[in-house]
């Protein structure tokens, strides 16, 4: 699984000043966005689709979870 990292904007404030501050966020995507026949998982990463929508919004552990549980994981 050779996951692409997802880039992630945010706005912090130092001193008064407001910066702007990227983050790299791992993600298992491939960039071959197919679901399977039910609609349901990613046949490129393995995600179910309620994953995908979720995957920015969620924690650093909660992200974690799912890349162990893909682990291994072809399309």
Same mark, same amino acid.
């Given at each position: 699984?050779? =996951?692409q990292p997802h880039m992630e904007v =945010?706005?912090?404030?130092? =001193?008064?000043r407001r910066s702007l501050q990227l983050?790299?966020?791992?993600?298992?995507?491939?960039?071959? #966005?197919? !679901? @399977?026949?039910? =609609?349901?998982? #990613?046949? +490129? #990463?393995?995600?179910?689709? @309620?994953?995908?929508?979720?995957?920015? +919004?969620?924690?650093?552990?909660?992200?974690?979870?799912?890349?162990?549980? !893909?682990? +291994?994981?072809?399309?």
């Amino acid at each position: 699984m050779a =996951g692409q990292p997802h880039m992630e904007v =945010g706005h912090a404030r130092r =001193g008064g000043r407001r910066s702007l501050q990227l983050h790299v966020m791992e993600s298992p995507c491939v960039n071959i #966005c197919k !679901l @399977d026949k039910a =609609g349901r998982v #990613c046949t +490129g #990463c393995g995600r179910t689709t @309620d994953e995908i929508r979720r995957w920015t +919004g969620m924690s650093k552990a909660q992200r974690r979870t799912i890349m162990e549980r !893909l682990k +291994g994981f072809s399309s």
